[in-house]
């Protein structure tokens, strides 16, 4: 069974597919969202922070993923520019979620919505980008 932070990031990657596609406004996406198959599952109050906290700073975000990326973002797939847009988000503003965690959720979201091999690409990215936000932490022996 899936978590409720997990379905919460599955909808948020949805959701901001839709924006990178349609350009909807937050607002819109965020009324389809709440008529999605498995919304009542989801963690609300993290959605809304991360869908909406994604549109605002994505400017910032993709400036943050830029030095990882082998090309730029806007080349990437729609699937791989949100899962990574949403994991930016995490790693950046959500210190309490390990960034392994991070990592693997966005791992997982690639598998699930994105190509073949996609999922390669965005556990490399975040690896990079997480020894650049979470120094410290990613420096930090395993126990």
Not at 3 to 17: D, F, I, M, P, V
Not at 67 to 95: G, M, W, Y
Request: hydrophobic residues 40%; neutral net charge.
């Amino acid at each position: 069974m899936k978590s409720a932070r997990r379905r919460s990031r599955e909808l948020a990657t949805q959701g901001l597919y839709q924006w990178l596609l349609s350009g909807s406004t937050g607002s819109e996406i965020d009324a389809q969202l709440r008529g999605a198959q498995g919304f009542d599952k989801a963690d609300h109050a993290h959605l809304d922070t991360v869908l909406h906290g994604v549109i605002r700073d994505a400017a910032t975000l993709s400036a943050d993923l830029a030095p990882c990326l082998d090309r730029p973002i806007e080349q990437l797939s729609p699937v791989e520019r949100a899962v990574l847009l949403v994991a930016t988000f995490e790693l950046k503003n959500h210190v309490d979620i390990p960034y392994r965690v991070v990592i693997n959720e966005a791992v997982e979201l690639t598998k699930t919505f994105g190509g073949a091999d996609g999922y390669k690409y965005v556990n490399g990215v975040l690896d990079k980008l997480s020894a650049r936000l979470r120094a410290a932490e990613t420096q930090t022996p395993r126990t």
